[in-house]
């Protein structure tokens, strides 16, 4: 029996006031270096790095303007780092022609061994896509052809070649390729459309805030979808846990946290797993740099061998 795999959306890249740990603001590349090395050698399937161009004024108190690049910060991991996978949640890949995001993602898979997965989403920042010419209100089928056309240009040929209506492309090689024969193309999103295309288009579905009780469903759906299509081959289902803690602290956790033992941890999260998860993405409450490093290494260390 496989277990739960369990990887981490890393602190400090994105810093929006829903998750982001008052510490944060203050950090930087040397804390980004050693929770990642913390991850890699506590077993941990991924590091994962988000996605915004900019931020605009009317968001930016909530979210804050902190949203480091995907590329640039999963390369640079990539080289104080041995195995674990490098995970963009989620790239709003529909921003930029597919060409140019084929070259920067099949270079950092190259250099990383073939360590990338690939998350993608359509996105929710309307003057995002307007200030770079891309219109949001068809974002959907924007992503749709984008897919398609990064399934090609990130695919074994190094000269790729895809005709849709948005993109059309051929007799451009590409090299490096990616390391990996196949790079696995998540999608992100709980909407019914991003299910679908999850379902459809994608290597894995990376669910954003779905309760647990919602899952199940959602999973079934996809199921469906798959079969109905006739779409075969391995499907990772993923999921977001509540935030953790191991151990028990004298300091105000949240009440959606879950704490106790690694004995008890464990046995909350296999739930995810009975219940057709494959990927877990945990996120600790901490008040530092160090007691997230001494968090990652629990997890690793005591609750991850129950999983």
């Known amino acids: 029996m496989t277990g739960l795999v369990y990887g981490i959306q890393l602190p400090v890249q994105s810093q929006s006031t829903i998750y982001a740990e008052p510490w944060e ?17 506590s077993g941990f399937g991924y590091i994962a790095s988000c996605d915004h161009v900019g931020v605009p004024r009317r968001l930016a108190t909530a979210m ?8 640039a910060t999963l390369s640079y ?18 921003l930029r022609h597919p060409l140019i995001s084929a070259k920067q993602y099949a270079t950092l898979d190259h250099l990383s061994g073939g360590r990338l997965l690939l998350g993608v989403g359509a996105g929710h920042v309307q003057e995002e896509f307007e200030a770079l ?9 924007v992503l749709d ?9 990130l695919g074994p040929d190094e000269f790729p070649e895809h005709h849709g209506k948005l993109y059309d492309f051929e007799g451009l090689g590409q090299r490096p390729r990616p390391a990996q024969g196949h790079v696995p193309l998540w999608v992100g999103g709980s909407s019914p459309a991003a299910v679908r295309r999850a379902a459809l288009k994608g290597d894995g579905w990376l669910p954003q805030g779905d309760p647990r009780a919602k899952l199940p469903a959602q999973i079934e759906r996809i199921k469906r979808l798959r079969q109905e299509a006739a779409v075969e081959g391995p499907f990772v289902f993923g999921a977001i846990t509540e935030p953790l803690y191991v151990g028990t602290t004298g300091w105000e956790v949240g009440r959606r946290a879950l704490t106790g033992t690694p004995e008890a941890l464990a046995e909350s999260l296999r739930a995810y797993g009975a219940m057709g998860v494959d990927q877990i993405q945990v996120r600790f409450r901490c008040r530092d740099r160090a007691e997230l490093v001494d968090q990652i290494s629990e997890f690793g260390t005591e609750v991850g061998p129950l999983l």
């Open 133 to 141: 010419g891309v219109d949001f209100e068809r974002r959907g089928p």
């Open 145 to 153: 052809e984008t897919i398609d056309a990064l399934r090609a240009a």
């Open 77 to 94: 991991l990539a080289g104080v780092t041995e195995r674990v996978q490098l995970l963009s949640h989620v790239a709003v890949v529909g």
């Open 64 to 71: 804050s303007t902190i949203w480091y690049d995907p590329v």
């Open 25 to 41: 603001a203050d950090a930087g590349a040397a804390d980004l270096v050693e929770i990642a090395r913390a991850a890699d050698r």
